[in-house]
Nanobody, 121 residues
Framework: QVQLVESGGGLVQPGGSLRLSCTISGSRFIWRSMNWYRQPPGKQRELVASLTFGGSTNYADSVKGRFTISRDSAKNTVYMQMSSLKPEDTAVYYC???????????????WGQGTQVTVSS
């Protein structure tokens, strides 16, 4: 199994920055992609940023140019640097891992517990 623990959320003023971290633990897993989702109040969860094992990234249109997803393989940690934050970025942010126990196994989804990001003056 894989466990994900997020950190780095908080309250920030519009225009400010935050960096979210997601540390992955577990044994014998092959990760295929790491993703950040968010769920604004009263809305559905949406995909914000993705990072594949090969290093490809993808972003929601609403965050392109402001958010950057990256990884530190030595620390088993994925980050999302968020800049120029807007009130509409307020949400609970979730780390997601798509992984498999072996190269030929079906993918498994794991989720972190979520971290609150509030953008407000």
């Amino acid at each position: 199994q894989v466990q994900l623990v997020e950190s780095g959320g908080g309250l920030v003023q519009p225009g400010g920055s935050l960096r979210l971290s997601c540390t992955i633990s577990g044994s014998r897993f092959i990760w295929r992609s790491m993703n950040w989702y968010r769920q604004p109040p009263g809305k559905q969860r949406e995909l914000v940023a993705s990072l594949t094992f090969g290093g490809s990234t993808n972003y929601a249109d609403s965050v392109k140019g402001r958010f950057t997803i990256s990884r530190d393989s030595a620390k088993n940690t994925v980050y999302m640097q968020m800049s120029s934050l807007k009130p509409e970025d307020t949400a609970v942010y979730y780390c997601n891992s798509v992984w498999a126990p072996s190269p030929i196994s079906a993918s498994v989804n794991s989720w972190g517990q979520g971290t609150q990001v509030t953008v407000s003056s």
